[in-house]
């Protein structure tokens, strides 16, 4: 995680909900940004899919596959 990420001391797990792909989430999302800042929003499919290609050209690592699991954690949690 970034050293903001670390130095507040979140734990991800209390944020994002139990389910397939947090641990994915959790690995890919909150190496730069908290878990927090990750779901601030509520956003549609749509704009996660726009969200997540975003942050993975800007280098965040994920298989075309963990973009597609990633994706729906989001949407079935934190969607529109």
Known sequence: RSAS???I???PETVL???EN???VIRTC???HTAE???AKRRTAADWDSTVARMIVRGAVAS???KMRIL???DRHFGQ
């Open 64 to 66: 075309d596959d963990e």
């Open 5 to 7: 990420a670390r130095a």
């Open 22 to 24: 947090r641990t994915l």
């Open 9 to 11: 001391g979140i734990v």
């Open 30 to 32: 909150t190496v730069c």
């Open 17 to 19: 909900p139990a389910g």
């Open 72 to 74: 729906d954690y989001l």
């Open 37 to 39: 800042y990750v779901v």
